[in-house]
């Protein structure tokens, strides 16, 4: 996570590493693999950032600082 986002409360540190993980493999599971492993298969820059929009919606959900995702004993 950037440090201006943990400094600034908006998101909580627990790990890190997984959720950066997470958020790869969550773009990495509709962009990449399938591009690389099934022929012809073909993304639109709008469906790219469609998915990168909902990956950031979902981390940023589960790793809020607030609100319904934040751990309430941080």
Not at 19 to 28: E, V, Y
Not at 61 to 68: Q, S
């Amino acid at each position: 996570m950037p440090p201006r986002l943990l400094h600034a409360r908006v998101v909580d540190e627990q790990d890190v590493n997984l959720a950066a993980t997470q958020f790869l493999g969550m773009i990495a599971n509709y962009v990449f693999w399938p591009a690389l492993l099934v022929p012809g298969w073909e993304v639109s820059a709008e469906r790219v950032a469609q998915v990168v929009d909902e990956a950031v919606r979902t981390i940023a959900a589960r790793y809020a600082a607030t609100g319904p995702g934040a751990d309430p004993t941080s």
